[in-house]
């Protein structure tokens, strides 16, 4: 299958190492740029398929740079996702007016990301390695302020975990999250939110007990790296 190139155009690296970590599942040239010249001259050298942009950058931002491509009509055919911070109505007007096939908010939903993938390269997506594990995490949230929860993750990936628990949280539930990483001791901390839910009465995938998927939000570099790398050590030796 020929590799579909993807450019991910962005000036803070930690967002581009998220998206760069969602898309680790499947076989793409991902390209980078942090500037909307940059991004242009790419465009322009290598007309990737599919275009994922901030809005805001310095030298020239996203709008102006989503503008230039889509009135050019060898480019203009190439998808470009907008990719904005929080919820400004002035923000999206800004993108529809340049021409953007779509928007996508920060902080970066998995799930939302990969359907852009998907629906714009009209490709079937393979699942993102998971590695088993049993690690024991700790979190908090807004509905336990006061309280610190335990339970142990059934699954691994740099972009979230899968934790079992029958004490549910909302979807969409903001969370505090702790836990070590063996062998190395290195303590991982970051926010999170609940992604998704196998209850107990509402089982959604068989091969999982009741528990929550969580999804990792603002990892540092650092420990982004420590996890890439400890579940890649896991991974080659595992039998899958």
Same mark, same amino acid.
């Given at each position: 299958?020929?590799?579909?190139?993807?450019?991910?155009?962005?000036?803070?690296? @930690?967002? =581009?190492? #998220?998206?760069?970590?969602?898309?680790?599942?499947?076989?793409?040239?991902?390209?980078?740029?942090?500037?909307?010249?940059?991004?242009?001259?790419?465009?322009?050298?290598?007309?990737?398929? *599919?275009?994922?942009?901030?809005?805001?950058?310095?030298?020239?931002?996203?709008? &102006?740079?989503? &503008?230039? =491509?889509?009135?050019?009509?060898?480019?203009?055919?190439?998808?470009?996702?907008?990719?904005? #911070?929080?919820?400004?109505?002035?923000?999206?007007?800004?993108?529809? #007016?340049?021409?953007?096939?779509?928007?996508?908010?920060?902080?970066?939903?998995?799930?939302?990301?990969?359907?852009?993938?998907?629906?714009?390269?009209?490709?079937?997506?393979?699942?993102?390695?998971?590695?088993?594990?049993? @690690?024991?995490? %700790?979190?908090?949230?807004?509905?336990?302020?006061?309280? *610190?929860?335990?339970?142990?993750?059934?699954?691994?990936?740099?972009?979230?975990?899968? =934790?079992?628990?029958?004490?549910? %949280?909302?979807?969409?539930?903001?969370?505090? !999250?702790?836990? !070590?990483?063996?062998?190395?001791?290195?303590?991982?901390?970051?926010?999170?939110?609940?992604? $998704?839910?196998?209850?107990?009465?509402? *089982?959604?995938?068989?091969? %999982?007990?009741?528990?929550?998927?969580? #999804?990792? !939000?603002?990892?540092?570099?650092?420990?982004?790296?420590?996890?890439?790398?400890?579940?890649?050590?896991?991974? @080659?030796?595992?039998? $899958?």
């Amino acid at each position: 299958m020929t590799k579909k190139t993807i450019l991910l155009v962005d000036d803070t690296r @930690l967002f =581009i190492e #998220q998206e760069i970590s969602l898309l680790n599942r499947s076989d793409f040239e991902v390209l980078v740029a942090d500037n909307g010249v940059e991004a242009s001259k790419i465009i322009a050298e290598k007309k990737p398929d *599919i275009v994922f942009m901030d809005l805001y950058m310095p030298g020239m931002n996203g709008d &102006r740079c989503c &503008r230039t =491509i889509k009135s050019d009509k060898n480019l203009c055919h190439i998808p470009i996702i907008m990719v904005i #911070q929080g919820t400004n109505q002035d923000d999206f007007e800004r993108c529809w #007016q340049a021409g953007c096939d779509d928007i996508v908010v920060k902080p970066i939903n998995e799930h939302l990301f990969m359907a852009q993938v998907k629906r714009y390269l009209n490709i079937q997506l393979r699942k993102s390695p998971r590695y088993s594990t049993r @690690l024991r995490i %700790l979190y908090n949230s807004d509905i336990y302020p006061d309280r *610190i929860l335990s339970n142990y993750s059934v699954n691994l990936s740099t972009g979230g975990m899968f =934790i079992e628990t029958d004490d549910l %949280l909302p979807v969409g539930s903001p969370l505090n !999250i702790e836990f !070590i990483l063996p062998k190395d001791g290195r303590v991982i901390k970051c926010s999170g939110r609940v992604s $998704w839910l196998n209850a107990p009465d509402a *089982i959604i995938k068989q091969d %999982l007990p009741a528990g929550m998927g969580l #999804q990792f !939000i603002n990892l540092s570099l650092d420990d982004m790296d420590s996890l890439r790398n400890f579940i890649k050590k896991q991974t @080659l030796t595992a039998d $899958w």
